[in-house]
């Protein structure tokens, strides 16, 4: 595995700027998880490093050498895309064999058939090896093309969004295992999505994107905990944050236009005035959707709640978030 590192990476195609000077560092065995909506440059961060595209400026560099002049042959990456890329007249070995038959690797049979083995095991899917791909339902489709990435030893593993496609308990179960396997592997792995649940449950650092510039980097939790723009606190947490004119609450410092606040950062009891809009049970909690002052918010309470639509109840704000006009945090 490999140190990966942009160093001021700037890609345009057309008008269009995918990527706006973007300096960030994938620390070898780490998780990283690139975060933001379609367009935020994500995916074009990956092609940057598997060298599908190269930048207009800056440096992709791997363990401190440059590969800008690298083919992505060269470069050593293995990656995993949102659809399956299988095979689909090949069986699962076959389709595993693939890549470590490259004349690149030179990797003997005996060899082969060992690699292919153990991310069988790995993957849990031994007993699918002789099975044609189409012969496979979506989440096995996806385990083997993952396992076509683990069989080899790439420099880092580059994967855009492969769990999108899958239905929800099957996402839940991948994400278990993906976690699991690169904490096995000591993989250095470079993860795209825009499911903010991925971000926070699989990654040691969540690098935050908007329109191809890098807002904020750094381990889930901290980024949760301590946005740096509205923008970087709207990515992680759900329910998503609530953000009403700083002015609703009293005590707003000076320059706030903003106060940001997590449902967890919203007491009841005391404050202002809020009527129920609507109350959904979610079984462990129930969360209240709120109207005071005529803005909207939503926080959470204890599972068993009373409360209604139309009951009134009375709220403030605890550790909450302050950001000025521009939507940048105000301390």
Known sequence: MAEVTLHQVTKTFGDTVALDHVSLTIADHSFVVLLGPTGAGKTTTLRMISGLDKPDSGDVRFDGTSVNRLMPAQRNVAMVFQQYSLYPHLSVRENLE??????LLRMAADEIAKTVATVAETLQITHKLDNKATELSGGEMQRVSI????VRKPNIYLMDEPLSSLDAKLRADLRIELKRIQAHLGATLLYVT?????????????GVLDAGRLVQFGP?????????SIYAASRLGQPRINILPADVFGGAPSGASFIGMRPEQIVQGQGEEGQVTRVERLGDQTRLYLLIKGHDLVTVTEAHTTLKNGDVVKIQPKHAFYFDQEGNRVN
């Not at 825009?194 to 969540?206: F, G, K, L, R």
């Open 98 to 103: 693939f890549p470590l038959k490259s004349p």
């Open 220 to 228: 889930p939790r901290e980024i949760y905990e301590n946005p740096i």
């Open 194 to 206: 825009h499911d903010q649940i991925e971000a926070m449950t699989m990654a040691t650092h969540v």
């Open 147 to 150: 396992g076509r990435a683990l």
